[in-house]
């Protein structure tokens, strides 16, 4: 099964450039919170990279704060989906046997 991904919501502990670069590399808009110390980053000089995703969002939350950001781009949805697997593997337990998601789907109905 594909799926296109847009974009995604991680953690902070994902607010490395390497993380950025990759997701970028393949056309996923990351969004990540960067620390309450964080400071833009750039190539060569301050202000070669203002349009970086990491730098707008320092530059957003400098400008509303950090929770009303995480409002405005709907971060939150991240908890919604960190809840749903926790549901997940509270009920089907948190380790397949199966690789693939139909053999997964079929030892989740043989679950009693």
Request: glycine fraction near 6%; include cysteine.
């Amino acid at each position: 099964m594909e799926a296109n991904i847009d974009e995604v919501y991680l953690d902070g502990a994902y607010d490395a450039q390497t993380c950025y670069d990759g997701l970028l590399e393949r056309d996923i808009y990351p969004i990540i919170p960067p620390p309450r110390n964080a400071v833009s980053w750039y190539w060569e000089q301050p202000g070669d990279a203002d349009d970086y995703p990491r730098n707008q969002f320092i530059e957003r939350i400098d400008e509303i704060g950090r929770a009303e950001w995480k409002k405005e781009i709907g971060y939150h949805r991240r908890s919604l989906s960190e809840t749903a697997m926790f549901r997940y593997k509270i009920i089907f337990g948190s380790q397949h046997y199966s690789r693939s998601l139909e053999t997964q789907t079929q030892e989740n109905h043989s679950i009693k």
